[in-house]
């Protein structure tokens, strides 16, 4: 498996036995701004876009905990409803993303030959290209918005996740039960897809928890250069976007979005690395 | 036989390299058409629309002209260096560029330096310290390191050395050498901070698996010391993986840049990118994109260049890639 890194972070050891605080710290975070995505409007102390010009960009106080931004908006509201963004749209890009990637990547592993090459060769491309650049330009120039942001991601995440797909493929390939059910006449794309896929889900699984992270850090970035959703949106990344000249008189205003940007990325690369760990054992 | 066998690795290099600066040259040229509306409309910028202009813009631009021949006279202009003119102020795009070039540069390259040094010294340590204290608190760095993106570590630092401590300045590139270092060093620690990871885990990683092999455990058993083994071994076969992966880290270092330049406020290239996706300034952003993506696939095939030049499986073609 010389693709896959090892972080080396998980003392599988021990994670045998019971799950390490690390991995339930991550998963109660993962939980926490899932519940602010599903119940925002009953948590939030405000609703997000109410503005409040005559308060303006105030530190924290009793009555807005997280302070307030240039307009007057709460910042914790905003916060809190900027759940939704920051999971809806890297869900989608990683379910799709590695569902075009498993489908291309059982074909080039499995077939092989010409169908592999040609797949092959359009990862080696994707891979030589700065993803970044190409989606800030691409969605910059359309001006579509969060989901031609997301639709970007999508087409630059899928490579990567192609070639993983196959080398497990390559993998399963030479095993005994593709050699039985191949004796047994059975067609190629119920090999593929009811005796390969199922083997290798969980890794997809693993891979789809990394490709999360992945996606939110982008779609973030991409909401951080006013590319992304809409203006006005509550967004973690458009937050620091709208917030930037705020750093002296609000500096949460900045920190929080930030700080929920890397915790929930940390959780999700930890979560991933430690399922992918436990599946390859 | 050496010398045809990597005069086959660089070709099959070149191979790779030069269609995709074809068909990345075309994508650029093809954002004219990507823009919603009307092309010559979204070359006229804020220039009054009347007929004539609008005419004119068709001309000089041969929008009239067939698509693929219109791609190919604006292939042959920006071989011959000529990028167009910016629709914000009709400057020179190639003028713009050079002007904006040596911010990013500089902070790459002081960034470079960090993640080359820093990077590899605690990959280094983690790897031959494997399992101990020590390799698990570099790896949870990593991993913060990771997932923090440029941006928001620059957000932090310039808060806390910045706003809290005053310890540097919050925006501007400085003029002179030492000033401006002194302007690029929060920049410059974000963008390797957002990179450096990827290094430390791959060096790690290479580490390991070199310690793990026969010749380690023989070198051992002949009673060669342990300095011995770690440099003169370990160490000079562990840096192969590492000279591929450079590739990798100067397309992240490129594009975290452009997200350090727009926290930190520089005038770099990338802040030129961004101002010029957010005016629409198509000419601009085509010329930026040219320079950013033609530095990053001639950065890719150096790389496997020097990679063949250093591993001598490939120098003496018994590598089958």
């Not at chain 1, 690390?22 to 701004?33: D, E, G, K, Q, R």
């Not at chain 1, 994707?126 to 910059?140: E, K, Q, S, T």
């Not at chain 1, 989901?147 to 630059?156: D, G, T």
């Not at chain 1, 620091?240 to 940007?261: D, H, K, Q, T, W």
Request: glycine share 8%; charged share 15%; net charge positive.
């Amino acid at each position: 498996m010389t693709l896959i890194p090892n972080t080396g972070l998980i003392d599988t050891s021990k994670s045998r036995r019971r799950v390490p605080l690390l991995i339930v710290c991550a998963y109660f975070l993962v939980a926490l701004v899932t519940v602010c995505a599903i119940l925002g409007a009953a948590l939030a102390p405000y609703a997000p876009e109410t503005q409040r010009l005559l308060v303006g960009d105030k530190p924290p106080s009793a009555l807005f905990w997280a302070g307030t931004d240039l307009l007057g908006r709460d910042v914790l509201s905003r916060v809190i409803f900027g759940s939704r963004t920051a999971l809806i749209g890297p869900i989608v890009v990683a379910v799709s993303g590695f569902a075009i990637a498993t489908l291309l990547g059982l074909l080039a592993g499995y077939l092989g030959g010409v169908v592999d090459s040609a797949i092959m060769r359009w990862v080696d491309f994707m891979y030589a290209l700065p993803g970044p650049l190409v989606a800030i330009v691409v969605v910059g120039i359309i001006g579509g918005g969060y989901w031609i942001a997301v639709a970007v991601l999508i087409a630059l995440n899928a490579a990567p996740d192609t070639r993983v797909v196959r080398s497990v493929v390559l993998e399963q390939r030479p095993r005994p039960y593709i050699d039985a059910t191949r004796a047994l006449g059975i067609s190629r794309w119920r090999i593929l897809f009811i005796h390969i896929l199922p083997n290798i889900l969980p890794l997809v699984l693993a891979y789809i928890i990394l490709d999360f992270a992945f996606a939110l850090v982008n779609l973030a970035g991409l909401s951080f250069l006013g590319l992304g959703v809409e203006p006005g949106t509550p967004d973690w990344g458009r937050m620091l976007y709208e917030n930037r000249n705020i750093l002296f008189s609000n500096p949460v205003a900045l920190l929080l979005p930030g700080a929920m940007i890397v915790l929930t990325t940390i959780s999700m690369n930890v979560i991933g690395d430690w399922l992918f760990e436990k599946f390859t054992k | 036989m050496q010398g045809s066998a990597l005069l086959r690795f660089i070709l099959q290099r070149l191979a790779i390299a030069l269609p995709l600066l074809v068909i990345v040259s075309f994508g650029v040229f093809a954002l004219v058409h990507l823009a919603p509306g009307d092309p010559a409309r979204a070359l006229l910028g804020s220039r009054p629309s009347d007929p004539a202009t609008l005419a004119a813009i068709r001309e000089k631009y041969h929008l009239n002209d067939p698509f693929l021949l219109q791609y190919w006279k604006w292939l042959w202009q920006v071989l011959q260096g000529d990028l167009g003119t910016s629709i914000q102020g009709g400057q020179l795009v190639t003028f713009a560029i050079t002007q904006r070039v040596g911010v990013t540069l500089f902070v790459s390259a002081v960034a470079a330096v960090i993640v080359m040094t820093v990077g590899f010294a605690l990959g280094m340590l983690a790897g031959f310290n494997r399992g101990t204290r020590l390799d698990r608190a570099v790896v949870t760095l990593s991993i913060f390191g990771i997932s923090s993106p440029a941006f928001v570590t620059g957000i932090l630092l310039l808060y806390v050395f910045g706003v809290l401590l005053h310890w540097f300045p919050i925006f501007g590139a400085g003029h002179g050498f030492l000033d401006r270092l002194w302007h690029m060093t929060l920049p410059a620690v974000a963008l390797a901070l957002s990179v450096m990871a990827v290094l430390v885990k791959i060096t790690r990683v290479a580490i390991i698996r070199e310690l793990d092999k026969d010749y380690v455990v023989f070198a051992r058993a002949r009673g060669l010391s342990r300095s011995r083994i770690a440099l003169g071994y370990v160490l000079r076969n562990a840096l192969i993986p590492v000279v591929t992966a450079a590739g990798v880290i100067v397309v992240a270092l490129v594009a975290s840049a452009i997200f350090v330049e727009v926290t930190f406020a520089l005038p770099g290239l990338g802040s030129l990118t961004i101002e010029a996706v957010q005016k629409r300034d198509i000419p601009l952003v085509q010329g930026t994109t040219v320079v950013f993506s033609g530095f990053v696939i001639i950065i890719n095939l150096a790389v496997d260049l020097t990679y063949a030049l250093i591993d001598p499986r490939i120098r003496y073609g018994k590598a089958q890639s």
